[in-house]
């Protein structure tokens, strides 16, 4: 983090929407980064109530519940991007914030684990 705010000093970033300089996403495009989306099952696309999956759905799922706090596109596809292929760690507070939104209060037992990519694709994006 200290690494990155000294080379954000020396080569500032630029808003990935815009162009102006100071920081990854600014905070006029900031404002532009979710694109409400209607509770809905995330297999069947059936709406329903705090994203939870729908009944038939259940048969062939383990989840119960899938929050999605945008549209994957525009954006907020190029924040996450800029994240996975760039390394700009300043996104995963953007990332963060939009997850924290979305979110309901959890219990306090749930336990939240991140998803490694597979070997051969962080070795992809290290070629790039």
């Known amino acids: ?54 009944s038939k759905c259940k048969r062939s799922s383990a989840l119960r519940h899938v929050w999605v706090a945008t549209v994957y596109d525009g954006l907020a596809k190029n924040v996450i991007r800029t994240f996975k292929f760039d390394r700009a760690q300043s996104t995963a507070g953007i990332i963060a914030a939009q997850m924290t939104d979305i979110l309901p209060q959890l219990h306090s037992e749930t336990v939240i684990v991140p998803v490694s990519s597979a070997t051969s694709r962080i070795r992809q994006r290290q070629d790039r």
């Open 1 to 54: 983090m200290i690494l990155e705010k000294l080379i954000g000093t020396i080569a500032p970033h630029q808003c990935i929407r815009c162009g102006s300089e100071g920081s990854v996403v600014c905070a006029w495009c900031l404002s532009d980064i979710r694109v409400p989306v209607p509770p809905r099952c995330y297999r069947c696309k059936t709406l329903t109530r705090d994203f939870r999956v729908f």
